[in-house]
């Protein structure tokens, strides 16, 4: 059985350090700003563009359902978010069918389904996701700690409603997921020990 772990999390969680720490940890890839380079290589768009568009939904108004159904007369004004929709699931199945990997975000737990991957959600409390951000700010970057709490919640409603665009079940519900793991407080490295251990019992003991 392949081992497709997808890692979902809210921003500041530290969810993506521990996508690449696991996948270092288990000696599989970790596909994360690897899927918007290659969105943007295919389709001639500016990295930024794709970054932003990635995890945020195309127009809530427009009667789409991203993974199911696209309309053959779609407007011109929505070509470009749909083509980057298309190709980022084109290019995760792609990192599917190669083998074991650790995929971070894009909403690739719904849109692997068929692939049965382990689903793994991030979480912290504010005050740790506001801490984890200061820590990691470019330089250059000071931002208050109301601006960053906006910024997180600005960033956390573009992935809920990016994942409308896939899946009834909303983002960050456990119903969604097969392990929830809070960050707050806690090293992101004493972590990855203990969910090596889970994900080899979750996917059994692998080919010889």
């Not at 719904?110 to 692939?115: C, K, N, R, T």
Request: glycine share 8%; aromatic share 8%; charged share 30%.
């Amino acid at each position: 059985m392949r081992r497709i772990i997808t890692i979902s999390r809210e921003f500041g969680s530290g969810g993506r350090e521990l996508g690449k720490r696991l996948a270092d940890a288990l000696g599989i890839p970790c596909y994360d700003h690897e899927i918007i380079k290659l969105i943007a290589k295919e389709n001639g768009f500016d990295e930024r563009y794709v970054a932003n568009m990635s995890e945020r939904s195309i127009d809530a108004a427009y009667p789409l359902t991203i993974g199911h159904r696209f309309a053959l007369d779609a407007m011109p004004v929505m070509e470009q978010p749909i083509r980057v929709a298309v190709s980022q699931r084109e290019i995760l199945e792609n990192f599917a069918k190669q083998g074991d990997c650790v995929i971070v975000g894009r909403c690739a737990d719904v849109i692997l389904e068929a692939y049965h991957p382990l689903n793994i959600f991030v979480y912290a409390d504010m005050a740790a996701k506001i801490a984890r951000c200061q820590e990691r700010a470019p330089e250059g970057e000071n931002l208050t700690v109301k601006e960053l709490e906006r910024r997180i919640r600005q960033v956390e409603k573009g992935r809920r409603q990016f994942r409308e665009m896939y899946s009834e079940i909303k983002w960050g519900e456990k119903e969604a997921y097969h392990l929830c793991i809070n960050t707050s407080g806690r090293e992101i490295k004493s972590l990855v020990p203990a969910l090596v251990s889970f994900v080899e019992c979750w996917f059994g003991p692998g080919e010889e």
